[in-house]
């Protein structure tokens, strides 16, 4: 039986938990958060989903360096088409709640290498006061957030794979997987109806949970470590959480256009790398490296399954800087995700 989650509950469990091969960013307020500290600088682009994270990973990365650490949370796509698109903004580092937003917008023309570090669960956010919450599990999940009276948002799918994903995550239950499916297509649309894009980000939708502007929220299963808020794990049929050939296909089945662009279904997997527009390349690669090795403890204690080693694309190898190599290997394929 799969059981609601909240972030005490998790961080009480969280140093227990191991990572297989490949387990089951959305995007954040797009605020910039700037270190007091007085020296070298070094300027961050990154998911909202990692923004907890992220700012835990900065604490400790300036305890032994004199560097002024600038982090810009934003959906990933966003976060990624401020380096691709004019007027092409310089960040050293730049980490993704999609690694194909890597792959496929920024290499090879604004970077040219990757790694795979961590990967994330869909799941929905909700608070004690939401509608029906005694209601709300594993196996109502989807009839509670059909239901009419109920509010439920999600990020804009044209900025932030949360957005996107959450779109898949709906069509996904009602999409045979081994011969069953948990819910009917009238459902399936009912879900979809119901559910607004009521923020362009996480940490907006967040603020709307509290206040109670919405009742629920989709997210992803780390939201409930980096937040007091309530999550509950869905079915790894349609929380995009499971690297197996099999479920990969089931992903695939569905796909979402959002803005300029079409997304199709797969295991979640996060992405990081220095852009070609970096002013500070080195002091990238050193905090992508403090991400992949000492820092990997902050990642996992904000709800985070991370590789137990980071994966580079075999192709680029040669481009992936020393310092993160030696914390990488490098690789063709990660379970049926292609690099």
């Given amino acids: 039986m799969r059981e609601q989650r909240s972030r005490r509950a998790f961080l009480a469990t969280a140093g227990a938990a191991g990572v297989g091969l ?50 810009e949370s934003a ?47 869909m799941t929905v956010a909700y608070t004690s006061d939401s509608k029906y919450a005694d209601e709300f599990g594993p196996e109502t999940w989807w009839d509670v957030l059909a239901r009419d009276d109920v509010t439920v948002g999600h990020s804009d799918p044209a900025v932030d794979p949360n957005g996107y994903r959450a779109l898949m995550a709906m069509h996904l239950g009602a999409t045979a997987f081994e011969g069953e499916r948990l819910y009917d297509d009238a459902t399936a649309e009912a879900l979809a109806a119901n559910a607004t894009v009521s923020a362009s980000d996480e940490v907006d939708l967040l603020g709307q949970l509290r206040s109670g502007k919405l009742d629920y929220a989709w997210s992803y299963r780390s939201f409930g470590a980096s937040h007091d808020v309530e999550t509950v794990d869905l079915q790894p049929e349609v929380d995009l959480s499971t690297a197996t050939e099999a479920y990969a296909e089931h992903y695939a089945s569905v796909s979402v256009e959002a803005g300029d662009a079409t997304y199709t279904g797969a295991p979640i997997a996060y992405g990081i790398t220095v852009p070609s527009t970096a002013e500070h390349p080195e002091r990238g690669a050193d905090w992508i490296a403090f991400v992949l090795g000492d820092g990997a403890d902050h990642l996992r204690a904000n709800g985070f399954d991370v590789l137990d080693t980071a994966v580079v694309p075999n192709a680029h190898a040669d481009a992936v800087p020393d310092s993160v190599l030696e914390r990488a290997e490098a690789r063709e394929t990660l379970g049926p995700l292609a690099l």
């Fill in 22 to 71: 490949l387990a089951g960013c959305g995007g954040a307020s797009g605020g910039e958060r700037t270190s007091t500290r007085r020296g070298d600088s070094l300027t961050v682009f990154h998911a909202g989903s990692l923004t907890a994270a992220f700012d835990d990973l900065e604490s400790a990365y300036t305890e032994t360096r004199d560097v002024a650490v600038a982090q």
């Fill in 75 to 121: 959906g990933s796509v966003r976060s990624t088409k401020k380096i691709t698109q004019p007027p092409h903004r310089a960040a050293d580092a730049l980490a993704v709640a999609d690694y194909r937003l890597l792959r496929d917008g920024l290499l090879p023309d604004y970077g040219d290498w990757y790694a795979l570090f961590a990967t994330n669960a």
